[in-house]
């Protein structure tokens, strides 16, 4: 029954290094499920040759036990945005259908140092634009707990394949909330760790651009913590890495005596679909009882005046990636509509409208860090709406509030995003139609341990990744 899949990561990886079970049995378990069980959502694309994988599995299984890495023998895909040498990288665009990587992004290159090997790719938005995984490429991926609705993004594909237990860990980034979103709709975990943690790839703009980040997914905070510990070295050619920590949680955590600040709907600035409130009440509940202290926040600052601010970044940030290929008159009618939208604001935009979006930025931060003197954790809805259709492009309203942009609907996720603060989803649970929510936990800058240990605690007091509602598709 392979039931080793099933486990946590860090179970896993300890049996492969270990040699209590082979890299080639994990492999093999690890294709037949993926041949069962993706076609009904679509999470996993580009899936590699089965006998180069399964030879490759072999090789790893000749590795003396003292030259094992953390993640040896463990089976990834990695996200269809980032780079693994050999295979396509297709960014979900037809721009980039027969683009094959000539070496690894620099995390990758970690992971594989770390001994995972690569299944595959997991599915996203063209470009990772929008928080619904779909393109011309590899279509649509579907929510393993509705196939009706989608499974989020733009780590979509990730988030499926975790909560379809495919793979025990995932690759994700996160600009807007393409980490937390889909952990939270596919009832998973994911951490978008402090700015800088994960360094940038040397080469790119490095010094400019603060928004955007690489994190892991898992089906625990502790195996989110081991996956970045991979993740996040120490880079001498990129500049703003952060100190490196020490990731491995301790055995027991604690909750007890942590402030806990509620933010809600941000007072009622950020219009949310019924049941959501509700939902992370209950999540808080649990945290309550686990011995922190909760307390409501009032809004600490405009909402509107923060999502200009990240809007206005946004796209400045993502001109300077995909200008060129919108130059092309060629290639520009091959872009999806949001993506010709937002790089003509970024070509369009003065001078003193990126200076006004900093210094609201600056403001901000300066309010945030005071407002962490006295909590340690803030909260949030990990989304404004229950996971949508899967034929919609994005939600035109919410709550009767139109959204006015395609990334509107996500403003829940700009507070955390637009300061490079670290933030993990964690489940709360199902609506009554069976949909999967979860709940921000934002910590200080800096203070990624200690929310991880948070989230742990949290986690092994609800297990929510093992609840398995009549329509989970794996059922």
């Not at 000539?102 to 595959?120: K, L, N, P, Q, T």
């Not at 880079?235 to 890495?241: D, L, S, W, Y």
């Not at 005071?370 to 034929?391: C, H, I, M, R, T």
Request: proline content about 7%.
């Amino acid at each position: 029954m392979a039931e080793f899949l099933d486990w946590d990561a860090g179970e896993l990886a300890v049996a492969l290094r270990g040699g209590t079970l082979s890299a080639e049995t994990v492999m093999a378990a690890t294709l037949a499920r993926i041949e069962a069980r993706n076609p009904a959502v679509n999470a996993i694309v580009d899936l590699r040759d089965a006998e180069v994988l399964m030879a490759e599995a072999r090789a790893a299984d000749m590795v003396p036990a003292d030259m094992r890495g953390v993640l040896h023998g463990v089976p990834i895909a990695v996200k269809a945005l980032a780079d693994v040498k050999g295979e396509r990288t297709t960014q979900g665009s037809p721009l980039f259908v027969d683009g094959i990587a000539e070496d690894d992004s620099a995390f990758v290159a970690r992971m594989r140092d770390a001994g995972a090997i690569f299944v595959g790719k997991t599915n996203v938005p063209e470009f990772g634009l929008g928080s619904h995984s779909y393109n011309p490429v590899h279509g649509v991926t579907v929510n393993p707990y509705d196939a009706s609705r989608t499974a989020g993004g733009s780590s979509g594909g990730a988030g499926a394949a975790l909560a379809m237990n495919m793979v025990a860990l995932a690759d994700g980034s996160d600009m807007m909330g393409s980490l937390r979103n889909p952990a939270g709709w596919n009832n998973v975990y994911g951490f978008r760790p402090s700015w800088g943690v994960v360094p940038k790839e040397i080469g790119t703009e490095s010094f400019w651009q603060q928004l955007s980040t690489i994190g892991p997914m898992g089906r625990s905070p502790r195996d989110c913590a081991l996956l970045l510990s991979v993740m996040a070295q120490q880079e001498a050619g990129v500049p703003f890495n952060l100190p490196a920590q020490e990731w491995e949680l301790p055995d027991v955590c604690s909750v007890e005596g942590a402030r806990v600040g509620w933010l809600g709907d941000w007072g009622g600035a950020m219009p949310m679909e019924d049941g959501i409130l509700a939902l992370c009440d209950s999540g808080l509940s649990e945290i309550r009882a686990l011995g922190a202290c909760v307390a409501d926040v009032a809004p600490p600052f405009d909402a509107e005046e923060m999502f200009q601010s990240w809007s206005d970044l946004r796209a400045f940030a993502l001109v300077g990636e995909l200008a060129p290929l919108y130059e092309d008159k060629t290639k520009r009618d091959r872009l999806k509509p949001a993506a010709q939208w937002e790089i003509q604001r970024g070509m369009d935009m003065a001078a003193m409208e990126l200076h006004r979006a900093t210094r609201v930025r600056s403001a901000w931060y300066a309010t945030a860090a005071k407002l962490f003197e006295s909590f340690d954790v803030l909260v949030l809805p990990v989304a404004q709406v229950f996971p949508f259709p899967a034929e919609w492009d994005w939600p035109k309203e919410i709550a009767g509030v139109a959204m006015d942009t395609y990334h509107r609907w996500m403003q829940v996720m700009v507070p955390a995003s637009l300061l490079g603060l670290p933030a993990i989803s964690v489940p709360v649970g199902f609506n009554e139609g069976g949909l999967p929510m979860g709940m921000q936990l934002i910590g200080a800058k800096g203070a990624d341990v200690r929310l991880l240990e948070i989230a742990q605690v949290y986690h092994e007091a609800t297990n929510w990744p093992k609840q398995r509602p009549p329509r989970h598709l794996n059922c």
